[in-house]
Every structure is written in structure tokens, then in C-alpha cells.
């Protein structure tokens, strides 16, 4: 429920963000959030005792959360310079390669 919360919010950010700039890095944050609380459910659905139906609906629900966060990423910070990203596909990747060096970090 937290991870629908926190990217409908985002939706909402997305639509006012056109008037409103700051209102993208409030839009980026609310997605990196559903995508943490997404992440968060499918660690829990991991339990045997949770149905197939239900994982296959968290795992969507992530897709859907990385995806809806590398659309809004249009730039990357490498080797200290500002690299524009134009391919969703990059997009995801580098946002899941972000994920990865957290969870090694922890």
C-alpha cells in the first residue's frame, strides 16, 4: 500500500511539475520511495507462505515503479561529470545497478 501511496503521489508531482520545477526532485524522491517499498514487498513475498499470484504481483509492481523512476531520469552522474541518458533500457539498468551497490554497501 505504501509503494501505490508513494507513486501516485508521484503521478500527481508529474502533472504539476510542468509549472512548477521543484516539484521534479519531489516527483524523483516519491519514486525512488515506492520503488524501495516495492522492493521491500517482494523480500516479503519471498516466505513460502505466500501464493504465486502474489509474487508475480509484486515483482509487476517493481517493474512498474524502476520504470516509472528511469522515465523521469534523463541524466547520470559519472566519474564527476553530468552524462545525458536517452535509452529507457539504460535508464533501468543504471537504476538497478544503483540498487545493487546499496544493498553491497549495507
Same mark, same amino acid.
Given at each position: 500500500? /505504501?509503494?501505490?501511496? #508513494? *507513486?501516485?503521489? !508521484?503521478? =500527481?508531482? @508529474? =502533472? /504539476?511539475?510542468?509549472? $512548477?520545477?521543484? @516539484?521534479?526532485?519531489?516527483?524523483?524522491?516519491?519514486?525512488?520511495? &515506492? &520503488?524501495?517499498?516495492? $522492493?521491500?514487498? $517482494?523480500?516479503?513475498? /519471498?516466505?513460502?507462505?505466500?501464493?504465486? +499470484?502474489? @509474487?508475480?504481483? !509484486?515483482? !509487476?509492481?517493481?517493474? =512498474? &515503479?524502476?520504470?516509472? =523512476?528511469? !522515465?523521469?531520469?534523463?541524466?547520470?552522474? *559519472?566519474?564527476?561529470?553530468?552524462?545525458?541518458? +536517452?535509452?529507457? @533500457?539504460?535508464?533501468?539498468?543504471?537504476?538497478?545497478?544503483?540498487?545493487? /551497490?546499496? #544493498?553491497?554497501?549495507?
Amino acid at each position: 500500500m /505504501e509503494a501505490e501511496r #508513494a *507513486w501516485s503521489y !508521484a503521478m =500527481q508531482l @508529474k =502533472q /504539476e511539475a510542468n509549472t $512548477e520545477p521543484r @516539484k521534479k526532485f519531489h516527483l524523483l524522491a516519491r519514486l525512488r520511495k &515506492a &520503488a524501495k517499498h516495492s $522492493e521491500k514487498l $517482494e523480500k516479503l513475498c /519471498e516466505s513460502p507462505r505466500v501464493d504465486a +499470484k502474489t @509474487k508475480l504481483e !509484486a515483482q !509487476a509492481l517493481i517493474t =512498474q &515503479a524502476r520504470t516509472k =523512476q528511469a !522515465a523521469t531520469m534523463s541524466e547520470v552522474e *559519472w566519474r564527476g561529470r553530468t552524462v545525458p541518458v +536517452k535509452s529507457d @533500457k539504460a535508464r533501468i539498468f543504471l537504476l538497478g545497478l544503483a540498487d545493487n /551497490e546499496a #544493498a553491497i554497501a549495507q
